[in-house]
């Protein structure tokens, strides 16, 4: 699904698609969370702040609860739905804001793009994992300033993610490779540079990703290959300064496998996990590619405190 599909759609109608991961990727829900808060504002029937207040605390809780680890849908609406003085007053910043959000995003999305693309070498095998748009965006950043880049591609199960991934540089005629998850540390020694997305970014510097992001960490540090991760300012978590832990979402079992068919065996499923510091060579943000351990000076600079 694309930003433009989002238009014809409700706010109830968001959530669910972002819940239902129609919608995915931290950097789409956001726009989505932004451009929903505002549709959802749009419908506030009743009278004065107090009500206006309470209709987009219910809007905001609907929102955050579709997705709980990924800090881009809650920075957005944090950006959003800074308080008016007035209700009339109120509306019409939530609705600038959340188009300024969405222009803003996509415009770093574009920076991001570039500073990755940069530093992706003529010649180089990068090895991707889930779909995110930003690591795409830098690869296919390189692809068109010409240079030889090939792509290995996890599979990224249980959602296969992977397969939006394969087809779209497919379409693009880009040169990609399709593995499975376990066959990264097999595979690692034709990988020039490992890039991914983010969801989260904690002020230590640790990346919360797609599950099996650390494990991709891990035999690339062991590989010596550099590890890099691409994500907008809006995915670095306030909280986590003050001593909030991300929440790792856990899925319905039945996305890895049909329980009927393995009567009596717990299945758990864990979609992200953490990936420390130490792992991560660079994180290329909007502002600028910056070691992991500049994420709490990002943090400092964005929350002004
Ligand atoms: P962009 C996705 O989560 C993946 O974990 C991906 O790496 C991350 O969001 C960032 O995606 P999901 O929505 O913002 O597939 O780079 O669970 O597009």
Redesign the pocket.
Known sequence: MKDKDLDGMTFEDIARGIES?DI??????ARAAALAIAKHVENFQGEGIDQFEDWVDKGKERLIST?PT?V?LENALRYVLKPGDDVESWKTSIEMRADEFIKRSHEAGKKIAEYGGKRIKDGDTVLT???????LGAVEYAFDQGKDVKVIATESRP?K?GYITVRYLAEKDIPVTLIVDSAVRYMIREVDQVY????TIASNGAVI??IGTSQIALCANEARVPFTV?AETYKFSQGTAFGELVTIEERDPSEIVDPADVRGVRIRNP??DATPADYVDSIITEEGVIPPSSAYRILKEMFDY
């Open positions: 991961m995915r990727g931290a950097a789409f829900i997705r990924a881009s994992h889930c779909n995110s748009s930003l690591a959602k993610q991914t997305g983010a969801d990703n797609k691409c979609v992200f």
